[in-house]
C-alpha cells in the first residue's frame, strides 16, 4: 500500500532553514507528481509545492516562491522540500502528499516550528 513518511522538522529560529524529507513506498514513484502541504492549527490545508515526475518542473504559491524548493530522488523514492528564511507564519505540519489509483494520499506530517 501506498505509504509516505515524513521527517526534518524542528524548532528554528526566524530566518532558519530547515529541510524536511518524506520517503515513499508502495507505488512507482517516478511516475508520480508529489507535493508539500501545510497546514497551522485552526486554518485550512494549503499547497507549498509541487514537483513534476522527472524533476525538471515545480511550482509554488506566492506564500513559498523564493524561500521554499521542491527537489526529488527518483533512485530513493524520495521528495525533499528545502526552507529558507522561515518566518514564524510558516509555523504548521508539513505533509507529504501524492494523487494515485483516485485519491489523495498521505503522510502522518512533522511539525515546523518557527520561533525565537
Known amino acids: 500500500q501506498v505509504q509516505l513518511v515524513e521527517s526534518g522538522g524542528g524548532l528554528v529560529q526566524p530566518g532558519g532553514s530547515l529541510r524536511l524529507s518524506c520517503a515513499a513506498s508502495g507505488f512507482t514513484f517516478s511516475n508520480y507528481a508529489m507535493s508539500w502541504y501545510r497546514q497551522a492549527p485552526g486554518k485550512e490545508r494549503e499547497r507549498v509545492a509541487t514537483?513534476?515526475?522527472?524533476?525538471?518542473?515545480?511550482n509554488y504559491p506566492d506564500s513559498a516562491k523564493g524561500r521554499f524548493s521542491i527537489s526529488r530522488d527518483n533512485a530513493k523514492n524520495a521528495v525533499f522540500l528545502q526552507m529558507d528564511s522561515l518566518k514564524p507564519e510558516d509555523t504548521a505540519v508539513y505533509y507529504c502528499?501524492?494523487?494515485?489509483?483516485?485519491?489523495?494520499?498521505w503522510g502522518q506530517g512533522t511539525q515546523v516550528t518557527v520561533s525565537s
Open positions: 514537483i513534476g515526475t522527472t524533476g525538471g518542473t515545480a
Open positions: 502528499n501524492t494523487w494515485t489509483s483516485g485519491r489523495h494520499y
